[in-house]
């Protein structure tokens, strides 16, 4: 196609955004974003949040690989003001199951004989080895083994989204926001069969927008504008919750390593400008499926804040608080969420051409919540 025909792109979260910023980049003039939220960062993105954690420890080197090359991008000047490279510390905890257990031994034999992570990398194998790394726990780790991974840490998600939509804007993107003008309600086609081609969209307010190529960035929404996809991506949901700490608690905090203890949860470096210590436990997350199985989020169940997660995710960070910052063990939850992504069965990313399209459109999706460290390369 010429670098001057009409894309549209559906969905200005972390994939969609970087499409359209790297599209830029090599010539294509004609770009419109389309995106339900009224503004960007987009309540409804997976990545409406304060912090995502960027790491490249994966079992498959081809993620690893594109995980390094997104760390090098998250230091350039465009991306570098939302990246902290804090160091990470992966870890179970004493009543971890076995095969957690396991899994953490052999992701530690993997990042030591790796030439780029090995340098940075320390095997902790009791508190005293943790508070080398996060001197600022004092909850005693019972049992905890782990390891520390200084070349990893997390990105402000919201503000990178801020930042980077701007920077596109500026480009000559086109933005089309909100639920009437910005909702793409249907993908356009002429033809049938193998013949069917993709023309453009068709948004809430019911006009149709030409294009020449189509990618449908939409996340956890992907089945519900191609219905095929519902096959292969799952809209999942975590819990999110946060600890509101004061001007000095969260100064203490400065520097502390992004830290996931694999059967609990996970924490990050308080945001200074809201002083929320955000927190995130791990586990299968929730689904909500139809009769036919496609799952999808309930759009009537997010935004405006829930304050609500289940019991069991709860229970798990309330844990995880007590064996690292018992100061806090008490504090209520604060802005709790359950947040949706797009799930695949084996956390492959789904990034094709849709069959029988004629390669009109492009499905980026099934991030399968590891995606948006790849935000500075992702397009
Ligand atoms: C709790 C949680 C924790 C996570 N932690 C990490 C982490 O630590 N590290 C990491 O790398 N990744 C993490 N992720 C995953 C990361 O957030 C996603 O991989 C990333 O946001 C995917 O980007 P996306 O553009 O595909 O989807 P999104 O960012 O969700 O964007 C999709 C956008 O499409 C819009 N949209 C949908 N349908 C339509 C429509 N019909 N018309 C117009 N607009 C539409 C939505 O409003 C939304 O803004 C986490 C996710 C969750 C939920």
Known sequence: MSKSEPIVIVGGGAWGLSTALHLRQSGYTDITVFETA??????????????????????????????????????????????????????????????????????????????????????????????????????PLKGFTGYFNRLAGYAHSANALHGIFLHCATLGIKFVLGKSAGTVTELVYEGQGSARRCTGVRTADGKTHAAAKTIVASGAWSASLVPEMGRFVTARSWSVAHIQLTEQECDYLRGLPVINVRDLGFFFEPDPATRLFKLCPLGAGFTNTDKIGTSLPPMDRIPPPQDFIPAEDEIKLRKLVAETFPWMADRPFVDKKICWFADTSDSEYCIDFLPDTNNSVVILSGDSGHGFKMMPIFG
């Open 38 to 139: 009224d503004s960007i960062p987009s309540r409804y993105s997976a990545a409406y949040d304060i912090n995502k954690i960027v790491r490249a420890e994966y079992e498959e080197s081809f993620y690893t690989d594109l995980a390094l090359q997104a760390i090098q991008a998250w230091k350039d000047p465009l991306f570098g003001p939302y990246y902290h490279e804090t160091g990470y510390i992966v870890a179970t905890s004493g009543s971890a199951p076995a095969k957690a257990k396991n899994s953490l031994e052999t992701a530690l034999a993997s990042v030591s004989k790796h030439p780029v992570f090995a340098p940075g990398i320390e095997a902790l194998e009791n508190g005293d080895e943790f508070k080398k790394y996060a001197w600022q726990i004092t909850g």
